[in-house]
């Protein structure tokens, strides 16, 4: 069974920074696919960021382009989420999610992370 197993949540304040890691288990990690979600109370989950590690390209929501990167390391079979800047409307549940072959940010991806709670105080 494929597994993410995802680190790095917690509290700051606005205009600082959070790294998020997850780590896929149970896959060929080059073939697979991974996106980053978030979830505010009240609010439906919305994708974020996400990566296609079969050709390395990666997509990010308008809400957080230029503010959030994406990037992987294929010997650790990570993908972090380097956040920064990070404001109020940030605060959520933050996932990954991972899939065999769909990509995107609009994507319900076949196997998720146990989340992780991203606060950000004003």
């Known amino acids: 069974e494929v597994q993410l197993v995802e680190t790095g949540g917690g509290l700051v304040q606005a205009g600082g920074s959070l790294r998020l890691s997850c780590v896929v288990s149970g896959r060929f990690f080059d073939d697979y696919t991974v996106g980053w979600f978030r979830q505010a109370p009240g609010k439906e989950r919305e994708g974020i960021a996400c990566s296609n590690n079969i050709d390395g390209t990666s997509d990010y929501a308008e809400s957080v382009k230029g503010r959030f990167t994406i990037s992987s390391d294929s010997a650790k079979k990570t993908v972090y989420l380097q956040m920064n800047d990070l404001k109020p409307e940030d605060t959520g549940v933050y996932y990954c999610?991972?899939?065999?072959?769909?990509?995107?940010?609009?994507?319900?991806?076949?196997?998720w992370s146990q989340g992780t709670q991203v606060t950000v105080s004003p």
């Open positions: 999610a991972g899939d065999d072959a769909r990509y995107g940010l609009d994507v319900q991806y076949d196997s």
